[in-house]
């Protein structure tokens, strides 16, 4: 019997060992689990930080395009303005007078030199060749003089348009 006994002593022991070492192994372990949660704590936060740093990177862009599109605004009514104040020099009445009629007349001039060309050119064709007025129509009114009429036609109703639409819109 004392052999049995010395046995069971034997794997007692061995069980209170492998316990006591399994224990050991345990509390190690456990031991670094508060860090590798705030390992992951961590992690989570810097996510979010980033994403939070991204969206601030995002809005910032955002007011800078919109603070460039105000001071383009600003810049062109600054423009606009020197533009009108240039004219509103008060140096007299028939100064001011010959001083506004400056544009006009130049304007008129033109045109007036421009109905001259093409009624000279219209004629000539239709007395010199005997080209029908149609003919000589086409011939006259040509791509360059069709763009040159629409520019100028641009240049002195289409600020007007397109300033009435956005008042319009609200831009």
Known sequence: MPLVYMAFLFLVQKQIDMMTLLGSLLGFGTSFLPEVLNFFKKSQENKHELQKIQLQMELMAKKS???????????????????????????????????????????????????????????????????????????????????LFAAIMSFWFGNRAVSKYYKTKGV
Do not use: C
């Not at 020099?89 to 008129?108: E, K, Q």
């Open 65 to 147: 395009e919109l603070k460039i599109q105000e001071l383009d605004k600003e810049a062109e009514i600054k423009e606009t303005e020197g533009l009108y104040q240039h004219d509103n020099v008060d140096a007299g009445g028939f100064i001011n007078a010959l001083r506004g009629s400056v544009r006009p007349i130049i304007t008129y001039a033109f045109f007036a030199l421009f109905v001259a060309i093409k009624v000279t050119a219209l004629l000539s064709l239709m007395n010199q060749t005997g080209v029908s007025l149609n003919m000589a129509l086409d011939t006259i009114w040509d791509d360059q003089t069709a763009g």
